[in-house]
């Protein structure tokens, strides 16, 4: 099998190409790590087909936390919890490595979770409440406090740190057309502007993790709605992300979420994937629908990408063998 060999990624020694992709528990105790949290990644990281864990995105700010039950990067009273969870999955398996989600939710979250405004690339309604137009000052400082949480998961014992870009959060917002109607330079005229917020996120992570530290994007290229980015936009944004300092391309759904309409193929996600990583020379994973190693296999060998996410196979047996 292809996808359980040993593979050299951009600053990243993996066992298998199988990635266990971020799913969220809902089992933190007011953000921080728990022993359910723990066990549940330990017991799938037992798992001699894993290769690498991406755990559940986590909070960087209150303002931008997406559920009750959300893991939270926002504040330095987490790092004691991530070093427990980071120490726990390294235990499990010799040579298993874990990346850390850090996210902003932007218009997808309600007052009632955070207590704040919410905000967005522009105001649109979701959940019956009205989001308002982030200021160039607000982009900036939320860019600030993925830097942070980026530092506090290196602080915690992460390999690595995913930007989430994807399902309808925050970066993108800004970089769906259906969400970014503004007028400025982070408007959606460009794919520069679009992307001009992962930029100055990128660079300030990049400054606050060190060169050596691997940053994944998790893109949500495709929205797969009239009017949405479409699949050729996401490959043009990968080739910036990737000249922005990306080290990994993670594939996966826009404002569509982590499912692609009408499809429950085998990657349903992989043509575009293919587009993204004929032209990018990063790794590039892709996530959705796959349940078998065979499936993983073709994936690969399409050229559809590098590494393969298998989610609710293993979320619903932390023992798939893939057959």
Not at 121 to 143: D, F, K, L, P, Q
Not at 170 to 188: A, H, V
Request: overall charge negative; glycine content about 10%.
């Amino acid at each position: 099998m292809r996808v359980i060999n040993n593979i050299h990624l951009n600053k990243l020694d993996l066992n298998s190409r199988i990635v266990m992709p971020p799913m969220a528990t809902e089992t933190s105790d007011n953000g921080k790590v728990t022993d359910a949290l723990c066990e549940f990644y330990r017991v799938r990281g037992e798992n001699p087909l894993v290769g690498l864990i991406i755990t559940e995105h986590m909070y960087i700010e209150k303002c931008g936390q997406a559920s009750r039950g959300q893991m939270s990067a926002a504040e330095n009273s987490v790092v004691d919890g991530l070093k427990h969870l980071t120490k726990t999955v390294h235990e499990a398996k010799p040579g298993l490595k874990v990346i850390a989600q850090i996210n902003h939710a932007g218009g997808r979250t309600t007052p009632e979770i955070t207590g704040c405004e919410k905000v967005s690339a522009s105001a649109y309604e979701y959940n019956e409440t009205t989001c308002r137009e982030m200021t160039v000052e607000e982009i900036c400082e939320i860019a600030d406090r993925f830097a942070e949480a980026a530092r506090r998961v290196k602080d915690g014992g992460y390999d690595g740190v995913e930007i989430h870009s994807a399902h309808g959060y925050l970066l993108c917002q800004f970089y769906s057309p259906l969400t970014n109607r503004r007028t400025d330079e982070y408007g959606p005229q460009t794919m520069e502007n679009r992307l001009r917020f992962h930029k100055l996120v990128l660079e300030k992570v990049r400054i606050a993790v060190g060169d050596e530290f691997p940053v994944f994007v998790r893109l949500g290229g495709c929205d797969y709605m009239e009017g949405g980015s479409t699949e050729e936009d996401a490959a043009e944004a990968a080739k910036l992300l990737e000249r922005y300092g990306a080290d990994v391309i993670d594939v996966s759904g826009g404002m569509c979420s982590y499912r692609r309409p009408d499809h429950t193929e085998p990657g349903y996600f992989g043509s575009m994937s293919k587009k993204i990583k004929k032209v990018v020379s990063i790794p590039v994973i892709v996530t959705g629908g796959v349940e078998t190693l065979d499936q993983a296999d073709r994936l690969v060998e399409e050229g559809c990408a590098d590494l393969i996410g298998v989610g609710r196979a293993i979320l619903k047996d932390a023992r798939w063998t893939g057959k």
